[in-house]
């Protein structure tokens, strides 16, 4: 199984940016799409980006598009989301996984929690 850790979230003022990093254990990281989850307080988890294997395609929800963005360094064994114009409504805790459309999630991590004042 591969572990994963999630770091850099924080508190900001809506219109900050923050850069989260998903630390990885295990090669196969390398050979999997990943993708950037986030689950707000009483909702359900949402995918809202995701990235191929080698990091040459990305898709976001429509809620992040223009505002996110994905990346990866498969020699660090880590995926990153870049936020920016940072709204109260993306407070929530984040998570990185496997991307869910294109196979079972590993474990999740304890995720990083994003909190965004007015």
């Known amino acids: 199984q591969v572990q994963l850790v999630e770091s850099g979230g924080g508190l900001v003022q809506a219109g900050g940016s923050l850069r989260l990093a998903c630390a990885a254990s295990g090669s196969i990281f390398s050979f999997n799409a990943m993708g950037w989850y986030r689950q707000a307080p009483g909702k359900q988890r949402e995918l809202v980006a995701t990235?191929?294997?080698?990091?040459?395609?990305?898709n976001y929800a429509d809620s992040v598009k223009g505002r996110f963005t994905i990346s990866r360094d498969n020699a660090k064994r880590t995926v990153y989301l870049q936020i920016n114009i940072l709204k109260p409504e993306d407070t929530a805790v984040y998570y990185c996984?496997?991307?869910?459309?294109?196979?079972?999630?590993?474990?999740w991590g304890q995720g990083t929690q994003v909190t965004v004042s007015s």
């Open positions: 996984n496997r991307d869910w459309n294109r196979g079972t999630p590993w474990y």
């Open positions: 990235i191929t294997s080698g990091g040459g395609s990305t």
